[in-house]
């Protein structure tokens, strides 16, 4: 149980700031991500967090008290690597033990713990085993219950399923979900996977060009996000450029009622999933001309372009082909506006 | 199958064998002129020699083979693995420099290399003392014990002790109980080379230690040039034999160790 606090942090490395006053706040008993893109400095942050790098400048709270000059083996937060790092002369009890006989806990006590967290982790009988000897989806189950074991403020994880397959990869999610249920522990989650992020977190932070972007609930950063590259970030790049006046949107190809300021420059963002194509003409629906087409499985990406603009619409039906008219359509009720550009 | 591998074990046990042949029948002969094939005449006058004769010689001479080897060994560990991981781990301008300074003194004759510290050695009062001795073995044993440990280091991950730290375990601990069983191997074949090195060493030890401390293989020079030959292969043998029992012991260890992945 714990909370963390991130109070305008900046992180250089050989000079270049790689974090840039972020400012974050993690509350107890949640399931947080940090999401971005590789290389936006996702590690370096855990690694300041957990107290390995030192910040440039900035203040870290854990349960409200600066814990930033606190040396990383004193600091109530637990770092899990993207690799499992298990120690390969020690076995899978000793292992999950390791933290523990580092604080100095009885050996009954240990036992007794390590025997619990076994038990979470669905590592039952693998106690004696050898590092060696295990798959690579239980040797990162013995790292998080290595963690886990220490019952810390805080536990960061750093893509601890990257280097799994996708099957492996659902399952852990799964585990890692069903842990912070039983445990409460607070848990800030890194990932580049946005899937990932969504699926499992409470909130999710995401974090482009070294700074906060935006931070909410799933559902809110996936549906309504505050500007064009939160909205590209996932996946939506169909922006409809307009003006609103007069709580009216106005633009080349829609027009509606909305209660917002009047903005000159603002967009309206459609997920690519809601546009509605269809081969025959639709009543206020907008002729264009497909692109091309992108077999994805279980829908096909289609470009289309109408009125020198590009859209792309994910549809389940599979009888188009490039070169042919259609009809789009926007159903209001989908739209999402950014106004980024609009005075507050 | 089997025929070929009983053939294979013993043509490897000879192979291992085979110069120590020679090395025992002298030990164990009287007389023995050309042409003959075998001794004329086999004792054990060799052997008692060592043994009473000069025994106490021969015993204060492995003794002080065997210190100077360890504290050799001692210290280019001591120096060799932080050198090493630095090397190996980290980049910075005038890295490769420092390698080739490194390499110098394998490189360059060891008379050359010790002709010309012996100077120095003089001026500091190091030469025939114990100290100095271990200094000159140094300059032989610390490189390769850089480059072994090096090597160990460009291929390790130090997110391990990053990890170690996170989970709450002093620079010591992290020091003792993660680094070391982490590079054990490493150490060993380090500590190896050091010891085989130091052990082995004449030119150096004749030269510094100007003939004050006398190692083993200062004796047999002295022997050989005596002109007793089944002395001086007896001595050999004395001279191998503790040698060849580390080494066997520490390849099986590693072996072993090494091949934990697989068994």
Same mark, same amino acid.
């Given at each position: 149980?714990?909370?963390?606090?991130?109070?305008?942090?900046?992180?250089?490395?050989?000079?270049?700031?790689?974090? &840039?006053?972020?400012?974050?706040?993690?509350?107890?008993?949640?399931?947080?991500?940090?999401?971005?893109?590789?290389?936006?400095?996702?590690?370096?942050?855990?690694?300041?967090?957990?107290?390995?790098?030192?910040?440039?400048?900035?203040?870290?709270?854990?349960?409200?008290?600066?814990?930033?000059?606190?040396?990383?083996?004193?600091?109530?937060?637990?770092?899990?690597?993207?690799?499992?790092?298990?120690?390969?002369?020690?076995?899978?009890?000793?292992?999950?033990?390791?933290?523990?006989?580092?604080?100095?806990?009885?050996?009954?006590?240990? &036992?007794?713990?390590?025997?619990?967290?076994?038990?979470?982790?669905?590592?039952?009988?693998?106690?004696?085993?050898?590092?060696?000897?295990?798959?690579?989806?239980?040797?990162?189950?013995?790292?998080?219950?290595?963690?886990?074991?220490?019952?810390?403020?805080?536990?960061?994880?750093?893509?601890?399923?990257?280097?799994?397959?996708?099957?492996?990869?659902?399952?852990?999610?799964?585990?890692?979900?069903?842990?912070?249920?039983?445990?409460?522990?607070?848990?800030?989650?890194?990932?580049?996977?946005?899937? &990932?992020?969504?699926?499992?977190?409470?909130?999710?932070?995401?974090?482009?060009?070294?700074?906060?972007?935006?931070?909410?609930?799933?559902?809110?950063?996936?549906?309504?996000?505050?500007?064009?590259?939160?909205?590209?970030?996932?996946?939506?790049?169909?922006?409809?450029?307009?003006?609103?006046?007069?709580?009216?949107?106005?633009?080349?190809?829609?027009?509606?009622?909305?209660?917002?300021?009047?903005?000159?420059?603002?967009?309206?963002?459609?997920?690519?999933?809601?546009?509605?194509?269809?081969?025959? &003409?639709?009543?206020?629906?907008?002729?264009?001309?497909?692109?091309?087409?992108?077999?994805?499985?279980?829908?096909?990406?289609?470009?289309?372009?109408?009125?020198?603009?590009?859209?792309?619409?994910?549809?389940?039906?599979?009888?188009?082909?490039?070169?042919?008219?259609?009809?789009?359509?926007?159903?209001?009720?989908?739209?999402?506006?950014?106004?980024?550009?609009?005075?507050? | 199958?089997?025929?070929?591998?009983?053939?294979?074990?013993?043509?490897?046990?000879?192979?291992?064998?085979?110069?120590?042949?020679?090395?025992?029948?002298? *030990?164990?002969?009287?007389?023995?002129?050309?042409?003959?094939?075998?001794?004329?005449?086999?004792?054990?006058?060799?052997?008692?020699?060592?043994?009473?004769?000069?025994?106490?010689?021969?015993?204060?001479?492995?003794?002080?083979?065997?210190?100077?080897?360890?504290?050799?060994?001692?210290?280019?560990?001591?120096?060799?693995?932080?050198?090493?991981?630095?090397?190996?781990?980290?980049?910075?301008?005038?890295?490769?420099?420092?390698?080739?300074?490194?390499?110098?003194?394998?490189?360059?004759?060891?008379?050359?290399?010790?002709?010309?510290?012996?100077?120095?050695?003089?001026?500091?009062?190091?030469?025939?003392?114990?100290?100095?001795?271990?200094?000159?073995?140094?300059?032989?044993?610390?490189?390769?014990?850089?480059?072994?440990?090096?090597?160990?280091?460009?291929?390790?991950?130090?997110?391990?002790?990053?990890?170690?730290?996170?989970?709450?375990?002093?620079?010591?601990?992290?020091?003792?109980?993660?680094?070391?069983?982490?590079?054990?191997?490493?150490?060993?074949?380090?500590?190896?080379?050091?010891?085989?090195? *130091?052990?082995?060493?004449?030119?150096?030890?004749?030269?510094?230690?100007?003939?004050?401390?006398?190692?083993?293989?200062?004796?047999?020079?002295?022997?050989?040039?005596?002109?007793?030959?089944?002395?001086?292969?007896?001595?050999?043998?004395?001279?191998?034999?503790?040698?060849?029992?580390?080494?066997?012991?520490?390849?099986?260890?590693?072996?072993?160790?090494?091949?934990?992945?697989?068994?």
């Amino acid at each position: 149980m714990g909370s963390l606090q991130l109070q305008e942090i900046t992180i250089s490395y050989g000079g270049k700031p790689i974090i &840039e006053k972020l400012s974050l706040d993690v509350g107890d008993g949640e399931l947080f991500s940090l999401l971005g893109p590789s290389g936006v400095g996702k590690t370096t942050l855990l690694k300041t967090i957990a107290g390995l790098i030192p910040p440039k400048s900035g203040t870290i709270f854990i349960n409200g008290i600066d814990v930033t000059k606190i040396p990383a083996e004193k600091r109530d937060a637990v770092l899990i690597f993207q690799q499992p790092l298990l120690f390969p002369f020690l076995d899978v009890g000793d292992n999950i033990g390791f933290g523990l006989k580092m604080s100095r806990v009885g050996r009954n006590e240990t &036992e007794q713990r390590v025997k619990s967290i076994l038990a979470l982790t669905g590592l039952q009988g693998l106690k004696d085993r050898k590092v060696h000897q295990l798959s690579g989806g239980q040797q990162q189950r013995v790292a998080l219950a290595r963690g886990l074991v220490l019952e810390p403020s805080i536990l960061l994880l750093d893509e601890p399923f990257s280097n799994l397959d996708a099957e492996l990869r659902l399952r852990m999610r799964e585990l890692i979900q069903e842990v912070q249920r039983q445990t409460g522990t607070t848990m800030l989650f890194v990932t580049h996977d946005q899937v &990932e992020a969504l699926s499992i977190s409470h909130r999710v932070c995401l974090l482009l060009g070294g700074t906060v972007r935006q931070t909410g609930s799933p559902e809110e950063l996936f549906n309504r996000p505050v500007d064009r590259e939160v909205a590209s970030f996932f996946g939506c790049d169909n922006l409809i450029a307009g003006a609103i006046k007069n709580n009216c949107f106005a633009s080349k190809y829609l027009s509606c009622q909305i209660n917002l300021k009047d903005c000159k420059r603002c967009f309206a963002s459609i997920r690519p999933e809601d546009i509605i194509l269809s081969p025959a &003409e639709l009543q206020g629906g907008i002729p264009a001309k497909i692109l091309d087409i992108r077999f994805e499985g279980s829908t096909s990406r289609i470009n289309v372009v109408t009125g020198g603009q590009t859209f792309t619409v994910l549809s389940k039906r599979l009888k188009y082909h490039a070169g042919q008219n259609v009809w789009l359509q926007f159903p209001l009720e989908r739209l999402h506006f950014i106004t980024e550009f609009c005075k507050v | 199958m089997k025929l070929a591998r009983w053939l294979l074990t013993c043509s490897i046990l000879l192979s291992i064998a085979l110069p120590f042949i020679p090395l025992a029948l002298w *030990s164990f002969s009287e007389r023995w002129f050309y042409p003959a094939l075998l001794p004329q005449d086999m004792g054990l006058r060799a052997w008692k020699y060592i043994f009473d004769t000069a025994g106490s010689q021969i015993f204060s001479g492995l003794l002080n083979s065997a210190i100077l080897a360890f504290t050799t060994t001692m210290v280019s560990l001591i120096f060799g693995i932080p050198a090493g991981r630095a090397l190996g781990l980290y980049d910075f301008p005038g890295k490769k420099l420092v390698v080739i300074i490194f390499t110098l003194p394998l490189i360059v004759p060891p008379l050359t290399v010790s002709m010309g510290l012996h100077f120095w050695f003089i001026k500091l009062s190091f030469a025939e003392t114990f100290p100095g001795i271990v200094l000159i073995h140094l300059t032989f044993c610390l490189p390769y014990t850089i480059f072994v440990i090096m090597g160990v280091f460009t291929d390790y991950d130090p997110d391990f002790e990053d990890q170690a730290r996170s989970l709450g375990a002093s620079a010591l601990t992290i020091l003792f109980q993660i680094v070391f069983p982490l590079i054990r191997p490493g150490i060993i074949i380090a500590a190896l080379f050091s010891f085989l090195l *130091s052990w082995s060493q004449y030119l150096g030890t004749l030269i510094i230690g100007g003939g004050k401390i006398l190692t083993l293989p200062i004796l047999l020079f002295s022997l050989m040039l005596s002109g007793d030959r089944p002395v001086a292969a007896a001595v050999s043998l004395i001279f191998i034999f503790p040698v060849f029992i580390v080494l066997m012991y520490s390849a099986h260890n590693l072996g072993r160790h090494g091949n934990r992945g697989i068994r």
